[in-house]
């Protein structure tokens, strides 16, 4: 049947917890069976048995899915051909076992939007969300995999996965708690009012109103505190838009000002506030609660009814008020919300009792100040009068406290139906009601009440007095003996004095208990919210116990019970007037924080800060920012210092523990901009000597694969230059670009992890030499360019094919031609360590490629017998990585599948095969470089002048701390009859260069014939390579040359005689006076290209550098990489 016109089809059927859609069998085409079948067709219908199936190209006869329709449901036109077949990937496994094909309007793929199938996904929100959609499942578009590539032609199984293949464990995770959170259900969800109006309101109305604002009215005066109001204003007004700007600029989850600042900023100022701010709620609670348990102790004292004495009775009232809080808190969230609404009803009829009370002047009032609005009083009360040592900033920072709060509902945003909405519109009005609100008060008591009065109805005086000079003189009382001090009434003695004015008393008691109870219990809900997400995010080991929630809410009671402790333990102290200055400054770190968040944003220009929020400014925040660090300084300096040192203190913590986090914070986004930029304007300054550093193109294949070569040259190149790690990888078949993907970025963290500061770059080319031409020519960026080509000295060239000696030696004829200086670097046991590497003490980047493997333990059998010391030149995927694994891999969780290295099994360990000695002192060879050397010598033999690259080299290796124990020794060549003068000439250069040297050592013996025996060793080393061209025809000789130009020619062997004496000869020197050295750098011999053979000219290099300490033969590229101009 097909649906009704104009009628969508229901994503479920009634009573059904089953999408429409599911996909029940899948077959391959072939020749029809008596079996039923469905064959789908190009016009969008489905057919039963005997149906025609129509052509569809190549494609079509892939396989394809049979789709059924749910009982109850009518069916929808749905076509299958070759475009809509799905590779096996896009399968998405629900929890029933059922793989559900869902289309992008509808909750179900395979809806005919453009007039035909197709899998490629509409736009769609659920697309783009990173926890479960509507109707519990994260709905994934269909990868670029499974729209690009070739058809899978592989049948299916009765559970939508290839024959031989299995739900991936990741899979059936996800499916479990889907199934979890759909199970959950009915969470409590509060709006901007409940949730965040009221909550700020509260928080922001605390008993400063009640008791202290008359107090600093009378101190100010009604003008400067009206200023004061006004600045705390302006700070939190500033500080609200910022969080509107940042609530607005995607989805908010619980954590409050934890997870505002951390997911701006970055895990570092996230981390360090989240935890001062958690705890200074926490602290808050025990604040609010003494204060309350105070206000209840003095009643008892009225009536003379204490328990035992005032500091325990105090202490009493705290503990059995923080149980009670304690109680609604761990009720759920629904039960604190209504308790908040009574209390708040109780603040609001506390004003509104005592604005009644301003306009019913009674006698009885006035001799304790209160006379009604009068102007004359207004007038007096509008200038300050500062007593007792008190100035501006004093009452400035006694206010400011009460204007903090709000954050109360950013707090609780996991806990808001629409943060993005509640947070902007709740918290601005919050601020906007409560600063009229202290302000209202503030004109009203300055024009009711007097500042002094004694309270006693005698103190009159006569209206017509000629000496009146105060408000009290003009409105019949003498008040003057107040100067003296000792009055007890009006706004300068009476902190009650709201309750005097009001029209019934006790109400403003009540509204004292419900600001701090109300207060108390924001803070109670908050600490443990944000204390839970910061836990979630892992960044402090130890503290995820806390992250467990429960119920339907998720509600942290582990962090209910551990704010409780701290709440608890502060109200046994119950002084509190050390602690509180700190709480306030943490307050006003984390809104500091928020301001200059808003504006790193900004100032990062991401294309990903995009606020629906539109009223804030960057240069605001950033005053706003400035404007809470100096508001801490005012409320209490030794506290803003002690705030900003345990934050540094928690953000170098942090820093050094680098918590694996991406969040897209604008620190990520500022370092992209600021790198973009000053690559820009490198580019545009021309080099120059001064400013030269070795920047390596390091053909090291799979970083790992030779750790001498890479920590060698990291040696050098850290925090000095840039160093790139070329791999090359030669591709038999298609190249696979997927995986070598996926090595890039699982290297690059091998390498971040052992702290190595380089870039991994692979490249797929036919050969060898054509990946290293790449690498030369397109590495880099800018002036961020190698321009140093180092490479391993290829040991085994004589027992390989001469073919890959010609593509080396090419190699470096390439370098030199796109003007590069080149490094060979020989250590006589070797450098790739790839065929004995142990995966447990060497490497632990090689982690499970496909999270989807069936097997949890897997055996990995790689062949070694191809590897060398060169560059590699066959590895064709991953099948031939260098990690090569005797034994078994044992995967415990999916957690290690995923994240972890593979580790052998403990009992492979006994089976293992032991080492032989050649690869043993492989292995101590491969990690020499990486430990302290200790004293020794660099030995510099600087034989010919390639611009100063030979000298360099050893000077910034021997400034690095694991080499500054080793001292340079220099060897240069020169006449027999001139050593003194060349060495004096020498010293006087290594002198301007600015070089400490050690000793300088002039070789006059360089020319000296070498040694008949090893002469003798040359010439059978060079014998198989030879052309022998006259034993041949010429025209055959030529042919061969011309086949293989590796071939050493007599006539070439004649022609560089003397060369090839000097290599001989220069090995013999180096055995004398460098067999002890840590190091030797040696100018290396340089072949002009087309005349010297491969095979001679790797015969120099062979010949020079053998049965030597580790060293490295050095050619710079002829230009000047020294000055000694300043």
Known sequence: MSSPSGQKPALKTPGSGQTRFQVTEVTELGPATSGERIAAGTDGTVGTTGSKVPAGGEESKGRFSVVKFVEGTEASDVAQNGDTVRSTGSHRSSASGHTNISDTHSNTYYLRTFGHNTIDAVPNIDFYRQTEGPLGEKLIRPSLSELHDELDKEPLDEDGFPIGEESTIAEEAAAKEGTKDQAKGGTVKFGWVKGVLVRCMLNIWGVMLFIRMSWIVGQAGIGLTCVIILMATVVTTITGLSTSAIATNGFVRGGGAYYLISRSLGPEFGGSIGLIFAFANAVAVAMYVVGFAETVVEMLNDVDALMTDELNDVRIVGTLTVILLLGISVAGMEWEAKAQIVLLVILLAAIFNYFIGTVIPMESKEPKGFFGYKAAIMMENMSPDFRDGETFFSMFAIFFPAATGILAGANISGDLTDPQSAIPKGTLLAILITGISYVAVTVSTGSCILRDATGDPNDTSSVGDLNCTDAACTLGYDFSICKEGGCKFGLMNDFQVMSLVSAFGPLITAGIFSATLSSALASLVSAPKVFQALCKDNIYPGLHVFAKGYGKNNEPLRGYVLTFCIGLAFILIAELNVIAPIISNFFLASYALINFSVFHASLANSPGWRPSFRY????????????????????????????????????????????????????????????????????????????????????????????????????????????????????????????????????????????????????????????????????????????????????????????????????????????????????????DVSHIQDPDELLSSHEKKDAGMKDAVVSINMGGKDSEDGPPSQITSAQNSPLILRGTICIDDLEMLLTKPLLRCPETKSSAKPLSLTDQRLLEASQQFKKKQGKGTVDVWWLFDDGGLALLIPYLLTNKKKWKDCKIRLFVGGKINRIDHDRRAMAALLSKFRIDFSAIYVLGDINTKPKKHNVLSFEEMIEPYKLKEDDMEQEAAEKLKAEEPWRISDNELELYKAKTNRQIRLNELLKEHSNSAKLIVMSMPLARKGAVSSALYMSWLETLSKDLPPILLVRGNQQSVLTFYS
């Open 616 to 831: 804030y400014n960057k240069w605001v925040s950033l005053a706003g920012a400035v404007l809470c660090c100096a508001v801490m300084f005012v409320v209490n300096w030794w506290a803003a210092l002690m705030t900003n040192i345990i934050v540094l203190a928690l953000y170098v913590y942090v820093s050094y523990k680098k918590p694996d986090v991406n969040w897209g914070s604008s620190t990520q986004a500022l370092i992209y901009n600021q790198a973009l930029t000053h690559s820009l304007l490198l580019t545009g300054v021309e080099d120059h000597i001064k400013n030269f550093r070795p920047q390596c193109l390091v053909m090291t294949g799979y970083p790992n694969a030779r750790p001498a070569l890479l920590h060698l040259v990291n040696a050098f190149t850290k925090d000095v230059g840039l160093m790139v790690c070329g791999h090359v990888r030669t591709a038999s078949r298609r190249p696979n670009f997927k995986e070598m993907s996926l090595d890039h970025a699982r290297y690059q963290r091998w390498l971040m992890k052992n702290r190595i500061k380089a870039f991994y770059t692979p490249v797929f080319a036919e050969d060898l030499r054509h990946g290293a031409q790449y690498l030369l020519q397109a590495t880099g960026l800018g002036r961020l360019k190698p321009n140093t080509l180092v490479m391993g000295f290829k040991n085994n060239w004589s027992d390989g094919e001469m073919k890959d000696v010609e593509m080396y030696i090419n190699i470096i004829h390439d370098a030199f031609d796109l003007q590069h200086g080149v490094v060979l670097i020989r250590l006589q046991e070797g450098l």
